[in-house]
């Protein structure tokens, strides 16, 4: 699978590069941004582990299992670079304006409750998003969500990712992510774990775990046009 870019209103969202390793290592150590972190690095992450997952996150993608990217703006000319013929980002946008994460993880057949797989089915994927605190409060989660949603559930053939099922998981405290699924119309999809029970989020309290089908995005996504 080439590197992905998804282009909303406002924003760029594509495959990490080597280049965003400190970008990376600044979200990520930005105690405000990971307040909710259950899994938290042992060691503070630096500008070389985070190219060492980047360069994983690249194989991921390419294998079609996992597309991690990042939140990026345009250009303030309105003109981005692009990664010249023969170079590591060929074809590539290289814009540094890095603002957050997001991505798909776990891109597989969907399965039953017994983990066998559907037969036609179609694929599943699990998504999440972290804005960089500066930039909270200005609408790029819920755009960024949106671009990526559109992106998952749309066919292979149509250049999207071919899902059927998106999964989410969020404390049940993390009022602002639960915020935004209000927004996206999709807080209907989401029901609350008891601890002990599923991916367990939050080292201090319940989750919220969200299963969203196409047909249900792209209903509610039709309705708020």
């Not at 250009?75 to 290289?94: D, K």
């Not at 603002?99 to 559907?118: F, Q, V």
Request: net charge negative; proline share 6%; aromatic share 6%.
């Amino acid at each position: 699978m080439a590197p992905r870019t998804i282009y909303t209103p406002r924003l760029i969202i594509r495959t990490p590069q080597l280049r965003d390793a400190p970008a990376f290592t600044r979200i990520m150590t930005r105690p405000a941004n990971i307040r909710l972190e259950k899994r938290r690095p042992t060691s503070s992450p630096t500008d070389e582990t985070h190219r060492e997952q980047i360069r994983s996150w690249r194989a991921s993608h390419e294998a079609g299992t996992w597309s991690m990217m990042v939140i990026t703006l345009p250009s303030p000319s309105g003109t981005n670079e692009i990664g010249a013929p023969g170079t590591e980002n060929e074809g590539e946008v290289l814009n540094d304006d890095v603002i957050g994460i997001m991505g798909l993880a776990h891109i597989e057949p969907r399965k039953d409750k017994d983990g066998t797989a559907i037969e036609g089915g179609g694929l599943s994927a699990n998504t999440g998003a972290m804005i960089d605190e500066p930039w909270l409060r200005r609408g790029y989660a819920e755009e960024g969500m949106r671009g990526t949603l559109d992106a998952a559930f749309r066919a292979k053939a149509e250049g999207g990712f071919g899902c059927t099922l998106i999964t989410m998981g969020t404390a049940e405290r993390n009022d602002a992510y639960r915020g935004l699924m209000r927004k996206l119309g999709l807080e209907g999809c989401g029901r609350i774990l008891e601890p002990g029970e599923g991916v367990e989020l939050d080292p201090e309290g319940r989750d919220v775990w969200y299963e969203i089908e196409r047909e249900t995005w792209e209903k509610v996504r039709d309705a708020s046009k």
